[in-house]
């Protein structure tokens, strides 16, 4: 037999090149890819900055200039409003119910659906489970300490804490520590105690507030350009789809053992300041977050579509999950 035709593919993020968790879930799939198709199929994947920079991910994918991508949804809501609901929805499905929802509840033809516009097949890229509510270098007492607070926190729950009195920002993982540290910012979400020890913000976040609202199951994507994938054997085609699905699980799984152990270390080792919200923050940020989903269905059919059947789903899975995971959680912590 002669020579394997090698296809060589370049991969970009929306992560620093090298970040534990986020970053290491392209890596990871660049590896199942070239492992399982023997080296046919060889991906090469690039930090945020290294080919375009974090916020251009979906473009280049889009254009060709890479590919393929990993990032999250909702870092394109500028293009794709309803792009949102593929990362997190505030006070939405967990991972658990939102990986339901993408593989047996009609979600990714959904996404697949709003994507194809543009040249670009979606798949889902790993889940955090549900985060941290953020760093922040004041305590909150109630829900006036919102006010003018300058938080770094994208997607629909930007748009929820400028509601609530805040100030959304907009900055890329590389630099939320600077920001921080520099004042620009009084306030930060990224990720939860893992990720977040890597970016080290524990020094410079005094408070450390739970739980997640906004990203209760913060789901990830990787984006194929679609001609390059039509361009791939059948065989090839079912390696990408399989390494994707099995990177999506291996991400939850590796959070799941993580952030204990980070948590652990954040309260032992830094004496980062654990703390609920208050609950009269809850309850502006929830009564928000209802009133943002309704503005962003307002003008657009496909966020329409989408979110009908994202809260079906929602519906169904909590009804169960009230008699499944919430009763058995309640029944262990005896």
Known sequence: SGPVDVIEWKLVTTWPKGLPGLGAAPENFARRVNEASGGRLRIKVFGAGEIVPAFEVFDAVSRGVAEAGHGASYYWKGKIPASVFYTAVPFGMTAQEANGWLHYGGGLELWRELYAPFGVIPFAGGSTGVQMAGWFNI?????????????????????????????????????????????????????????????GLMEVGEYYYYPGWHEPGAMLEFT???????????????????????????????FTARNNESLTTLLEEHSTKLRPLPADVMNVLHSNAVIALEELKKDDPMAQKISASYEAFLDGVRTYHEISERAYLNARDR
């Open 139 to 199: 305590r909150l007492n109630d829900r006036t300490d919102l006010d003018g607070l300058k938080m770094r926190i994208p997607g629909l729950a930007g748009e929820v804490f400028d509601a609530a009195g805040g100030s959304a920002v907009r900055i890329a993982g590389g630099e939320v520590y600077t920001s921080m540290q520099t004042g620009v910012i009084d306030a930060v979400e990224w990720v939860g105690p893992y990720n977040d020890r890597t970016l």
């Open 224 to 254: 194929v350009n679609q001609a390059a994938f039509d361009r791939l054997p059948a065989d090839l085609q079912a390696i990408v789809e399989g390494a994707a699905r099995a990177t999506n699980q291996d991400t939850l799984d590796e």
